[in-house]
């Protein structure tokens, strides 16, 4: 890395930054910051990344002063403020620092009005669902300027002691006038006992309704019926795509055992193999 400008490196070490698997990022961070030797370019020259990551990811903070977990993500990011987000369930605003990953100073942000009825039925609805389908699941739901809404949703599930982590983020757009849905669910699943294996899905849903905006609970609870529906589809085609691979590709691979029908002793193996090394010698 000596080799290399500072521009070079904080594109090597952005790239990791942004490919961090989930529940690693603070590992990840500290490793990289080890190839840079200037601290100060590190801090200043990474921040896009982390930005990029924080918002992608949907990183959960707790605003302060309060128990309260609010996603940062893109759809709450206020325009010409980096760093600052709202959170519609609170009506309040909050700066976020992308690099301690914490909210702080949070402020009060009034709601559209034209909006807010359906924004928070929906909001309602959302978080009896994630409540009952996510065991960790974290929910917020924007409006937006062009009267839509937007929905998403996080549940990290972190098992390091195990070497496994894995995180769930769904993002559903919703036009109330048409009924229309339209979803983005991705997975990332990273396992790394004696090797280094991720899973990377995504997948694109557009589903509709009949149901008006007339009233908004019942609108909200048709929403939640064609996000459920959906996200269990999208779950259960996961499930059976990787019995499927452990029970016949992985299979069609490799012999179950070896054409003398007894298991091999691979340590038996090596030490064989050291000792006619030794004996050549």
Known sequence: MEALSTEDKLKIVSKFLLDSPPGEFNDVFNDVQVLMADDAAFQDGILGAL???NTEQF???????SESEVIVSKF???KDKDDSYIDPKSHQAFS???????????????????????????????EVYVKDH????????????????TIVIVDNKYNSSNFW???WRSTWVVKPESGELKGSLKVNVHYYEDGNVQLNSDKEVEVSTSTTVENPSAAAAAYVRLI??????????????YIELSENTFKSLR??????????DWDKILNYKIGQELANK
């Open 228 to 241: 459920g529906k959906a996200e269990n589809e999208c779950q259960t085609a996961l499930n059976e795509s």
């Open 51 to 53: 930005r990029e990551y």
């Open 59 to 65: 990183t959960i903070a707790k605003l302060p002063l």
């Open 134 to 149: 996510y065991p960790d699941g974290v929910s917020t739901v924007y409006s937006t300027e062009d009267d839509t809404i």
């Open 165 to 167: 982590n894995g995180r």
């Open 96 to 126: 976020f620092d992308h690099i301690r990953q914490i909210a702080t100073v949070a402020e009060p942000y009034p709601p559209d009005e034209n909006t807010e009825p359906l924004r928070s039925a929906v909001e309602a609805a959302i």
């Open 255 to 264: 012999r179950a055992l070896p054409l003398t029908r007894k298991k091999l």
């Open 76 to 78: 709450g990011q206020i």
